[in-house]
Structures are given as structure tokens and as C-alpha cells.
């Protein structure tokens, strides 16, 4: 399974790159239990519902999707099991 680039992108030596990947792939455990609290912040995000009738609302709404935007950017790179 290919590891997001995200993680490598920054060593621009493919043995430091490949021993690098391997660490990353050690951590599966700790990633997996950081994975499932990403999910968990994310489920809570999305149970809101926007309160039209307060004047911030659009902004709390956009803050609401930045914050789901990034969560998903950091589940999706600590799911090690998900094919890309």
C-alpha cells in the first residue's frame, strides 16, 4: 500500500525517503488510535446544525468547514490501511 507524500515529501534522498516510510509504517498502532480520534472530532463537527437565527452565523459555519477540511486532511494521511 503507497504511503501519502505528504509524510516524504520533504527528504529528497530515496534511501532516507524509504527508511523513512518504514518508521512511519512502525507507528501503525499510534496512528490507528490518532486516526480514530480525528473520526471522532470529525463525527462531532458534523452533528451541528447552523442556528440561522444568530447573527455570527456564517462565520461559526466557516470555521466549522476549515476545521472538518483539515481533520479530513489528517485522517485520510493517518489511515495507513486506505488504499490511494
Known amino acids: 500500500m503507497k504511503l501519502n507524500t ?12 524509504k527508511e523513512f516510510e518504514g518508521y512511519v509504517r512502525n507507528c501503525s498502532t499510534l496512528l490507528e488510535v490518532l486516526n480514530n480520534i ?10 451541528p446544525k447552523p442556528d440561522y437565527n444568530e447573527a455570527g452565523w ?26 490511494r
Open 38 to 47: 480525528v473520526e471522532e472530532k470529525i463525527n462531532q463537527l458534523n452533528l
Open 6 to 17: 505528504a509524510w516524504t515529501k520533504h527528504i529528497k534522498d530515496p534511501k532516507e525517503r
Open 58 to 83: 456564517a462565520y461559526h459555519q466557516a470555521d466549522r468547514h476549515g476545521a472538518l477540511r483539515e481533520l479530513q486532511f489528517i485522517h485520510d494521511l493517518t489511515n495507513l490501511t486506505k488504499e
